[in-house]
């Protein structure tokens, strides 16, 4: 069974920092991402990489989140910059392979 596990999230101010983390207990995706969503808000895409390390953002997140993976290509990582409120969400890793898989999420809550 795959499973994606989330790590990282948390409370912080606006402004700060944070670096969410997915594990994967396979190899095998040919793209992993993080997608988020907010209350009352349809799930979005945050940041996405492929296989050949193209990536691809929100435009709201430009700038500010960057999206790498480890060299195993089993786990992949979201470092937040310069958070606002508006990215409060739960924070879902995401994969492909064949089929999408999902993480149970992170909640990320950015105070004002």
């Known amino acids: 069974q795959v499973q994606l596990t989330e790590s990282g999230g948390g409370l912080v101010q606006a402004g700060q920092s944070l670096r969410l983390s997915c594990a994967a207990n396979?190899?095998?995706?040919?793209?992993m991402g993080w997608y988020r969503q907010a209350p009352g808000k349809q799930r979005e895409l945050v940041a996405m990489?492929?296989?050949?390390?193209?990536?691809n953002y929100a435009d709201s997140v430009k700038g500010r989140f960057t999206i790498s993976r480890n060299k195993a290509r089993n786990a992949v990582y979201l470092q937040m910059n310069n958070l606002e409120p508006e990215d409060t969400a739960v924070y879902y890793c995401?994969?492909?392979?064949?089929?999408?898989?999902w993480g149970q999420g992170t909640p990320v809550t950015v105070a004002s």
């Open positions: 990489m492929t296989i050949d390390n193209n990536t």
């Open positions: 396979r190899s095998f995706f040919s793209k």
């Open positions: 995401y994969g492909f392979f064949r089929q999408d898989f």
